[in-house]
């Protein structure tokens, strides 16, 4: 069985940056496992599995556009330091959780430190970088009727 839509995954992956850093693996873990084709991976890397079978490995390099996005400027607030949360030290590298008005959260680091306030950066972590997957497929199998209707694997 290959892997396209509505199919269940198991993979184990490793994903390195430009620079060679290992920036996460699922090695010693169990492996990653998601239903295909319902936005629980990066888009990115999603297409390229597509028609992989159990046991095959593929590395895939996927562009900052497929993956977590582009650094943009508008990310970057400039926050008065009264309204910083009590807890948060205001130093460079200092990473603090701040919910959009649609409701998520999101993480963001502090870039720079004024007398008066702070630039707290909330792009993603890896939004310019190249992802360099390694990939390799454990089982692919169909979807139950349950996961299909969660939108997740079991
Ligand atoms: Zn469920």
């Known amino acids: 069985m290959s892997i396209q839509k509505d199919k269940i995954v198991e993979m184990h992956y490793t994903l390195k940056l430009d620079d060679g850093q290992v920036r996460d693996t699922s ?8 239903l295909c084709g319902h936005g629980q991976i990066i888009p990115g890397l999603e297409n390229e ?8 490995e593929k590395t ?3 562009a900052p556009e497929d993956g977590y996005g582009k650094k943009s400027e508008d990310m970057i607030h ?5 309204q910083l ?4 030290d ?16 999101i993480v963001g680091t502090i870039t720079k430190v004024r007398p008066e306030n ?3 950066d909330f792009n993603h972590e890896l939004a310019d970088e190249h992802l360099n997957f ?9 979807a139950s009727n349950e996961e299909l209707a969660h939108g997740h694997a079991h």
């Open 60 to 62: 895939v390099r996927v």
């Open 134 to 142: 390694n990939v390799k497929v454990v089982s692919v199998r169909d």
């Open 118 to 120: 702070v630039d707290i």
């Open 90 to 105: 205001p130093r460079v590298g200092e990473k603090l959780q701040a919910q959009t008005p649609e409701g998520h959260m």
């Open 49 to 56: 599995l597509i028609g992989l079978k159990e046991g095959e």
């Open 85 to 88: 949360p009590r807890e948060i």
């Open 27 to 34: 090695d010693g873990r169990e492996p990653l496992k998601f």
């Open 78 to 82: 400039t926050v008065p330091l009264d």
